[in-house]
């Protein structure tokens, strides 16, 4: 199944660097990366040593409900490139992580969730896009389940599922 790995939008981004206010209310705080251990959320890299960063509580939701976590993000304080793509991202970088998916409502699929050993990443999310109660994957910190990424269904030149239209084609 053709699938992507998914970074936070450049406009969310965007705003968050020029001091809009995080899922808690706060403007995002400033800090200098130690490196190796700060993802950016939005270039998918980790964010070098001695660059500025933002620490800030993020809603990787649309809306309030009690199954949109919140949880403390990473984002490289000057503009990134947006990364992304069919490659699992290079800031996954430890051991593990929680994999998870999530129906079209926004809520948590019981019996998605587990943690997984960062080679098995795609092949997890990939599974779970297969079934079609999941719209979407979270890739989640396995030690504190802070929001790392999304993995989507990858969409062709129209904006269609690519799996859907296979399966659309198979009938």
Same mark, same amino acid.
């Given at each position: 199944?053709?699938?992507?790995?998914?970074?936070?939008?450049?406009?969310?981004?965007?705003?968050?660097?020029?001091?809009?206010?995080?899922?808690?209310?706060?403007?995002?705080?400033?800090?200098?990366?130690? #490196?190796? @251990?700060?993802?950016? /959320?939005?270039?998918?890299?980790?964010? !070098?040593?001695?660059?500025?960063?933002? +620490?800030? $509580?993020?809603?990787?939701?649309?809306?309030?409900?009690?199954?949109?976590?919140?949880?403390?993000?990473?984002?490289?304080?000057?503009?990134?490139?947006?990364?992304?793509?069919?490659?699992?991202?290079?800031?996954?970088?430890?051991?593990?992580?929680?994999?998870? #998916?999530? @129906?079209?409502?926004? /809520?948590?699929?019981?019996?998605?969730? !587990?943690?997984?050993?960062?080679?098995? +990443?795609? $092949?997890?999310?990939?599974?779970?896009?297969?079934?079609?109660?999941?719209?979407?994957?979270?890739?989640?910190?396995?030690?504190?389940?802070?929001?790392?990424?999304?993995?989507?269904?990858?969409?062709?030149?129209?904006?269609?599922?690519?799996?859907?239209?296979?399966?659309?084609?198979?009938?």
């Amino acid at each position: 199944m053709a699938m992507t790995f998914v970074a936070l939008p450049t406009e969310v981004v965007r705003a968050y660097q020029q001091g809009a206010h995080d899922a808690n209310g706060q403007v995002p705080e400033r800090a200098v990366s130690e #490196g190796g @251990g700060n993802p950016c /959320r939005h270039c998918l890299r980790m964010i !070098a040593e001695g660059a500025g960063m933002l +620490i800030l $509580a993020h809603r990787p939701f649309p809306a309030p409900q009690p199954y949109a976590e919140v949880g403390p993000i990473f984002l490289c304080a000057e503009p990134c490139a947006r990364g992304g793509g069919e490659a699992v991202p290079e800031m996954l970088a430890s051991p593990e992580y929680i994999v998870r #998916g999530y @129906g079209p409502d926004d /809520r948590i699929i019981y019996g998605t969730g !587990a943690v997984v050993p960062t080679e098995a +990443i795609s $092949a997890r999310a990939e599974a779970h896009l297969a079934d079609p109660r999941v719209a979407y994957v979270h890739v989640r910190s396995a030690r504190n389940n802070c929001y790392q990424l999304r993995v989507d269904r990858a969409q062709d030149a129209f904006g269609e599922s690519i799996l859907i239209r296979k399966k659309r084609e198979a009938r």
